[in-house]
């Protein structure tokens, strides 16, 4: 069974990086698959945030391009997330996934894990 | 940017009820659509993609139709484990990405 587990610090200050690391298991990131992020503000929808293909090509939501950055560490078989320049309207669950090109959706989720932006 | 419009935004029904939910694409994207559904501080849970075909695991009681810009999600009979929030989703082959819509919440009449 494939598992996805977000780590990282849960509070960030404004105006400084937030950084989180999926690990997966079950599966290997090289194998294939899109491997992506999602946030979804307290109360709020989901919002794609950038995926990353087993190959290192990287796909980032337009609004937060400028701000986002998607790795991927095959050997250690986990991917992460930058977001630069955080603000109080970063604060959200953020949730690690696997895509399927071949289905379009996204079949597997982390639990999440809420990250705060304050000062 | 494709955007994507769930209607309704709040669903009261029955246990019972046949429960239908709408999303349209403001542009075309062929069968790109995917159906979640969301229970409180949980992640999503994928139900349906390529607009029609079923998740393995996912009661039958699911289905969803639709190509194009108008896709619909459908309940035949609603159960207690399904009061939830629903979320559309439409998935951008061309420059990969994935897109949601609002949420529908599924609640208890």
């Known amino acids: 069974q494939v598992q996805l587990q977000e780590s990282g610090p849960g509070l960030v200050k404004p105006s400084e990086t937030l950084s989180l690391t999926c690990a997966v298991s079950?599966?290997?990131?090289?194998?294939?698959?899109?491997w992506g992020w999602i946030r979804q503000p307290p109360g709020k929808g989901l919002e794609w945030i950038g995926s990353i293909y087993h190959s290192g090509s990287t796909f980032y939501n337009p609004s937060l391009k400028s701000r986002v950055t998607i790795s991927v560490d095959t050997s250690k078989n986990q991917f992460s997330l930058e977001l630069s320049s955080v603000t109080a309207a970063d604060t959200a669950v953020y949730y690690c996934?696997?895509?399927?090109?071949?289905?379009?959706?996204?079949?597997?989720w982390g639990q999440g894990t809420l990250v705060t932006v304050s000062s | 940017d494709i955007q994507m419009t769930q209607s309704p935004s709040t669903l009261s029904a029955s246990v019972g009820d046949r429960v239908t939910i709408t999303c349209r694409a403001s542009q075309s994207i062929s069968s790109w659509l995917a159906w979640y559904q969301q229970k409180p501080g949980k992640a999503p849970k994928l139900l349906i993609y390529k607009a029609s075909s079923l998740e393995s695991g996912v009661p039958s009681r699911f289905s969803g139709s639709g190509s194009g810009t108008e896709f619909t999600l459908t309940i035949s009979s609603l159960q207690p484990d399904d009061f939830a929030t629903y979320y559309c989703?439409?998935?951008?082959?061309?420059?990969?990405?994935?897109?949601f819509g609002q949420g529908t919440k599924v609640e208890i009449k």
């Open positions: 989703q439409q998935y951008n082959s061309s420059s990969p990405g994935w897109t």
């Open positions: 996934a696997r895509g399927s090109s071949s289905r379009g959706g996204l079949d597997f």
């Open positions: 079950g599966y290997s990131i090289s194998s294939g698959y899109y």
